[in-house]
């Protein structure tokens, strides 16, 4: 297989440095057995990811202190990145010896929710580098917990006397609703105003 060559870019526009494969503008396609265009959206976006690509290409090594063994689900998305670079079309039957972990409600056949399958996809690869985390102490934390998790910040304040507390939830996803009926079509920047909008809380037990 001919060597995989990463090249890192930096855009006029300031944006965040990405990644683009010499020679080739995407990774190959997906071929889509048994309903599986649901799974084949998520492994192709999470490979598309530029701080992910390059950490599966360039980091990521079978064996490491970072590789999860003969199961290691990060060792098999490199080999299907490797792959993809280097064909027009393949397949990710490889994951399927995975998916009684990764979705075990699934039915084979059976569309199912791509959103939810990313994120079931991303807790199945933290599972294994925490159980590795917790057998190497001092080890830092998962890509996954690096590139896709995130902090929100709530403050409250009581309308009594005007104390603050504020306290920090971890998320990998926010549950955000969509505006019934929207007279144009929603701009994603400004459902996100509207989640982080001030509400006011009913009975708020002040612990001053």
């Known amino acids: 297989m001919p060597k995989v060559v990463v090249e890192s870019f930096s855009s006029s526009d300031d944006e965040t ?6 020679g080739k503008g995407a990774l190959g396609g997906i071929r889509n057995p048994n309903n599986n265009c649901f799974l084949n959206s998520v492994l192709q976006s ?3 990811i530029p ?5 599966i290409v360039e980091i990521h090594q079978r ?5 999860y063994g003969n199961w ?9 990145f490797e792959h993809s670079i280097v064909n027009h079309v393949v397949d990710a039957n490889w994951i399927n010896r995975y998916l009684d972990d990764i979705f075990p409600n699934h039915i084979r056949g059976s569309q199912e929710d791509a959103h939810e399958m990313l994120l ?17 102490p001092g080890k830092n934390s998962s890509i996954v917990e690096q590139i896709f998790d995130g902090k929100v910040r709530c ?11 504020a306290c920090y939830e971890p998320i990998r996803g926010l549950s955000i609703e ?3 009926n929207p007279e144009f079509p929603p701009e994603m920047s400004k459902i996100v105003e509207d989640y982080f909008n001030d509400e006011k809380i009913c009975h708020y037990d002040c612990r001053k």
């Open 17 to 22: 440095n990405g990644f683009r494969m010499k």
């Open 46 to 48: 999470v490979c598309h």
């Open 51 to 55: 701080q992910f690509g390059r950490y």
């Open 63 to 67: 064996s490491s202190n970072n590789c």
């Open 72 to 80: 290691c689900l990060l060792c098999d998305l490199k080999h299907h």
């Open 120 to 136: 079931f996809l991303l807790d199945a690869i933290d599972r294994q580098q925490q159980k590795i985390r917790r057998s190497h």
């Open 155 to 165: 403050e409250y304040t009581c309308q009594t006397c005007q104390k603050k507390i």
């Open 178 to 180: 969509l505006p019934e």
